[in-house]
Nanobody, 129 residues
Framework: QARPVESGGGSVQTGDSLRLSCDVS????????RAWFRQAPGEEREGVAG????????VYGASVKGRFTISQDNAKKTVYLQMSGLKPEDTAMYYC??????????????????????WGQGTQVTVSS
């Protein structure tokens, strides 16, 4: 049972940057995938970025491509979401999701929320104009 834990949210101005972190301490250094999703009030959950330990292909949602960067540390226990050029429309609760250990999610499904078994509590990002 994995428990992703997010941190790093906050309130910023348009154009600012933030870095979110996601730790999954229950997993050893093994193959699995993580992704960031976000959900604004009244909106559907949106896939933001995804990464798998095995591959180098990172996946980004169209609305954040070129502004957000997903990465992981060498021990592969923390995944980061570096957000730059933030806009008011980026305001949402950001969730980290993890697959089962040893599970690989192909790039075409990596931003599909139904592919992930474990979810964090979320961290709020608010961008004001």
């Amino acid at each position: 049972q994995a428990r992703p834990v997010e941190s790093g949210g906050g309130s910023v101005q348009t154009g600012d940057s933030l870095r979110l972190s996601c730790d999954v301490s229950e997993y050893s250094r093994s193959d699995y995938c993580r992704a960031w999703f976000r959900q604004a009030p009244g909106e559907e959950r949106e896939g933001v970025a995804g990464i798998c330990n095995r591959g180098v292909a990172l996946v980004y949602g169209a609305s954040v491509k070129g502004r957000f960067t997903i990465s992981q540390d060498n021990a592969k226990k923390t995944v980061y979401l570096q957000m730059s050029g933030l806009k008011p429309e980026d305001t949402a609760m950001y969730y980290c999701a993890a697959s089962s250990e040893y599970e690989y999610i192909g790039a075409d499904k990596r931003l599909n929320s139904t592919m992930y078994k474990f979810w964090g509590q979320g961290t709020q990002v608010t961008v004001s104009s």
